[in-house]
């Protein structure tokens, strides 16, 4: 639905004509005077004189996780112009549509002024004090009536490292771990599979380093879309002569550029690699070398992979035998080769085997810790890494500590609270380590009684929501149901939170109004693990607020702002805002080497752009002179460079060098060494072969550097994660040595239900003819505090009778997320402006549908969507392809009557969500978008 709202129309198409860049640029008046003239389009003269009084502020898209660099134009506190950022190390001088658009989301006309609250079934302005008063009332009724259990917390990826480490904290001081990030939705089973194979649940290289790169294998990605400057990098990449490989179910935009293009049934990426991995096997590939000094458990991946010979694969996947085997060999013998996946590989309940074997696709090629190699995970959100990273998660405290008591005594240290007055923070000491109800099970805890055990005995009753689009979460219907049901429902944002308008609840609803991330300042974390600083563009307009600020706000009216800003500053409430909590990040989050990330030097980075060699990452002179950009971690210290690519042990300690964590003990079950082999180590290391991690009992036998008394008495007890003191880190890198050990990365995962990787049908698959030779998992109870369906739903009965058809979903260049951002952006609307289904053009005739009509497209749910078909090749015949960037019409109805008037949305679309199904990864809860099936019909 294309047309303006609010009878905007005539508005929005004479500002259209003016240039995307200038025309929204020319204001004068300050800020504080009259903001809803920092809003309206150009007059021609401000499009013809310049700004000789303005300030140029260098800032980062707050888009994807590409991470761009922006000029910012400023004229008394107004945002006037933008620039691209033509020496940014990472874009170049690049931008895709979203980001040259980001004035616009800044200044979006749409964007909420003040804080707004439903009573009686309607919308009414109201005050902060006011709004913070009656949420803070209620919070605390519900809190002491049924226990802080009874409320969740859903973080987005929008906000900075700082304001989500403090997000976390809030929740902790609140006395849940019910808090979760949109990370679940997208990587959770990246970090979760990745972390457990490799030890660490990261991109290993960065975007310009696959100009080494000999062969890109895309699977399950589409960067040409979703991460538009990132391709650019692939596509130089190719003109250096690399061959491009993607595999994808949907032929996207990425594999227009693709050499060779692989169309395989969705949910079968498991079993087309272990088809790759035994032809490289049956023909000598593999690296022999690599495998016998860094990789433990390779035998049991041999016998899996036998029985996927290349007719096996072309039955389960679609994939011709001969093309698995030409992919094969063109991949395996271009050394280096790089790895590349999305959210096509973790959205199943497979996901995190996805996400183990792809590393040990590229193991056992030998691809791992080698420029031009790894596996490099796109993220989604351009702070979704760092949402990752600061523990904005349902089963870990910040920096992936877990939720153990060392891990708590560890964080109660940093904070500067008792243990045991944190525990009792906690409805019982137990739920303190249990992991909470996750964003894509919290549904669950409200409409589904059989729940209410696993959370200390009460239904989820409240829902604070920041930043995150919940309303695109699979199974929408479920998410309006609980939202109609809890007693109190409240979101942090600067938009109109399309849920909001998706519930029919009358009362207890409100929208506080968030400034956006160019009204603040702070760190976001790119892809590739670079955390980059974020200076504001100008102060919040209107009644907005920073995020951190609602939270303080909320912290004190809830009585514990004192215990929860202890540890800024002085102690005593005088911080200085980021730049302290940065501190308290970089002291705290030793697991992933935060310890060298100072606000001081992050800063440099920003100002120095220009400095920092655009293939290697690293400072070639002034104040940054061998750093590399941004200190992706780890970064073990003030005086090391970051970095840029995981596990390569070619190099020195110093110079970015790294073996494989020893995450999972020096021994396995089975009585077999964990450490590296003997002639494995880093060059410069005073210990030869593999070590363990760095301990206060064994730093002096390892190093070999005598600890003074002092020393030892302010290690006692503590390992490389969690000494604040820096002492056991600094002795490992005076020895050449990497402090988490030098170990081997591991094929098995003693701890899961698939101790390794295996191909499993979908609960919902094309082919029920399968799933008695690859069945889903037992039903699981508990996972994530909510009782999942896996086997019983899948053998329920044969869906593929009443609904024919594999659907796929995916993202749109110009939208992104829920879209609530980007359907508010004028010119963003207008290169897309409605929602449809992409169907092969035969399958459509059969059906009787033509280009162009209206259909209804039925999920497995019961729901259904009113869409425009749009007949496609990109799709065979037995899929069809939905966008799911859009919201504001629910099962064919618009939603924009239950907006407030002002903040509706230029562009308005059925969510492909509503009809997903309700099927999880089984380890990480991450919904199954990409595999279902539907039904469709014309309307």
């Known amino acids: 639905m294309s047309e303006a709202l609010s009878g905007r129309g005539n508005d929005r198409r004479k500002f259209l ?33 310049k700004y000789p009084v303005s300030k140029k502020v260098k800032t980062i898209c707050t888009y994807c996780s590409v991470g761009c660099g922006i000029i910012a134009e400023v ?21 895709c549509c979203k980001g040259a658009d980001m004035i616009d989301k800044a200044r979006s006309e749409t964007r909420l002024r003040y804080p707004i609250e439903k009573v009686g079934g309607k919308w009414r302005k109201t005050s902060w004090d006011s709004a913070m008063d009656k949420i803070a009332k209620q919070l605390q009724d519900l809190t002491q009536k049924y226990g802080p259990d009874s409320v969740m917390f859903i973080g987005g990826s929008k906000c900075s490292i ?10 902790a001081f609140f006395g849940t771990n019910n808090l979760d990030t949109i990370a679940r939705i997208c990587h959770a089973p990246t970090v979760a599979g990745v972390s457990n194979t490799l030890g660490y649940g990261g991109m290993t290289n960065h975007l310009a380093d696959m100009m080494h790169s000999k062969a890109i294998f895309i699977i399950g990605g589409n960067p040409a879309v979703n991460h538009p400057v990132g391709m650019v990098h692939i596509l130089r990449a190719k003109e250096a002569g690399a061959k491009i490989i993607v595999v994808d179910p949907h032929f996207s935009r990425t594999a227009t550029k693709a050499d060779h293009y692989v169309r395989l049934r969705n949910g079968t990426d498991v079993a087309f690699m272990y088809g790759m991995i035994r032809h490289i096997v049956k023909n000598g590939l593999e690296d022999k070398e690599f495998i016998r000094q860094r990789l433990f458990g390779y035998e049991e991946i041999l016998k899996e992979c036998e029985q996927y010979t290349p007719e096996v694969v072309e039955e389960v996947t679609g994939v011709p035998a001969q093309q698995l085997i030409e992919i094969t060999e063109i991949f395996a013998k271009a050394k280096p080769a790089s790895l590349i996946w999305g959210m096509g590989l973790t959205q199943h309940t497979t996901g995190t085997s996805n996400t183990r074997l792809a590393p040990i696709l590229q193991m056992i090629l030998g691809n791992i810790g080698k420029r031009g190699g790894g596996t490099n995970v796109l993220r989604g959100h351009d702070n979704v890494q760092g949402a990752s990273d600061m523990g904005n998660l349902a089963d870990s405290l910040p920096g992936y500590y877990g939720l153990d008591k060392n891990a708590w005594n560890h964080f109660c240290g940093i904070w500067k609270v008792d243990f045991e007055a944190m525990q009792k923070r906690f409805k019982t000491p137990d739920m303190m380590h249990k992991k909470g109800f996750s964003v894509s099970t919290w549904r669950y805890g409200v409409t589904e009684e059989e729940n209410i055990p696993h959370n200390a005995g009460t239904k989820l009753r409240a829902l604070i929501v920041v930043g995150s689009g919940i309303s695109t979460i699979a199974r929408v219907d479920t998410t309006k149901d609980a939202l109609d049901k809890m007693d109190l429902v409240v979101f942090f944002d600067p938009y109109f939170n399309d849920a909001a308008a998706l519930t029919n609840r009358k009362d207890n609803l409100y929208i506080l109004p968030a400034a956006t991330q160019m009204e603040t300042s702070g760190r976001v974390a790119a892809t590739n693990r670079s955390y980059q600083w974020r200076s504001m563009v100008m102060k919040p307009l209107f009644e907005c607020r920073p995020d951190e600020e609602i939270l303080f706000d909320l912290a004190k009216r809830l009585g514990f702002y004192e215990e929860y800003t202890r540890s800024l500053g002085d102690g005593k409430g005088n911080f200085v805002w980021p730049d302290d909590a940065t501190r308290e990040v970089a002291k705290a989050i030793r697991t992933v080497g935060f310890q060298g990330r100072t606000p001081e030097r992050l800063k440099a980075h920003a100002e120095n752009w220009h400095m920092f060699d655009k293939f290697t990452l690293r400072g070639k002179g002034g104040p940054v002179k061998g750093e590399y950009y941004g200190l992706p971690w780890p970064c073990w210290s003030e005086k090391h460079p ?17 073996g494989f964590r020893v995450r999972w003990g020096d021994v396995s079950p089975t009585g077999e060494s964990l ?18 991690m760095i301990t206060d009992k064994n730093v002096e036998a390892i190093t070999g550097i005598a600890l003074t008394e002092e020393e030892k008495a302010k290690v006692a007890g503590k390992t490389w994660a969690t000494d604040t003191t820096n002492i056991l880190v600094e002795k490992a890198l005076a020895a050449g040595l990497s402090p988490m050990g030098n170990g081997r990365a591991r094929a098995i995962v003693w701890e899961w239900t698939d101790q390794i990787p295996k191909h499993r049908e979908p609960i919902y698959t094309i082919r029920h003819d399968l799933i008695s030779q690859y069945p889903t998992f037992k039903d699981k109870p508990n996972h994530f505090r909510a009782n999942i369906r896996y086997e019983s739903r899948q053998k329920e009965k044969d869906w593929t009778k009443e609904f024919p058809l594999n659907m796929l979903s995916g993202r749109l260049v110009a939208q992104f997320g829920t879209g609530t951002e980007t359907r508010s952006a004028h010119y963003l609307a207008e290169v897309q402006p409605e929602m449809f289904v992409e169907i092969h053009p035969e399958t459509a005739t059969d059906l009787g549908v033509k280009h162009g009509d209206m259909v209804w497209v039925h999920g497995t749910n019961g729901a259904k969507i009113l869409v425009k078909a749009r007949h496609s090749y990109k799709v065979n015949k037995t899929s069809v392809f939905l966008p799911q960037n859009f919201g504001g019409m629910y099962q064919g109805e618009s939603l924009v009557p239950y907006h407030i008037a002002g903040t509706e949305p230029y562009v308005i679309g059925e969510s492909c969500n509503t009809i997903t199904s309700d099927a999880y990864d089984i380890n990480t809860s991450t919904p199954e978008t990409k595999c279902g099936l539907c039904r469709i019909e014309k309307a």
């Open 675 to 692: 450490l590296a082999s003997q002639d494995s180590s880093l060059p410069g290391s005073k210990f030869k072969g593999g070590h363990s």
């Open 75 to 95: 004229v008394d506190g107004v945002w006037v112009r933008q620039e691209v950022a033509q020496d940014h190390p990472i874009s170049q001088g690049g931008h």
């Open 17 to 49: 004509k003016m240039s995307a860049l200038a025309g929204v640029a020319g204001v004068s008046q300050a800020v504080g005077s009259d903001q809803s003239k920092v809003l309206r389009p150009a007059t021609k003269q401000e499009l013809i004189e």
């Open 162 to 171: 700082e304001q989500s480490y403090y997000f976390r904290k809030f929740a």
């Open 642 to 658: 970051g970095t840029p690519n995981l596990w390569d042990d070619s190099i020195p300690v110093m110079d970015g060098g790294l």
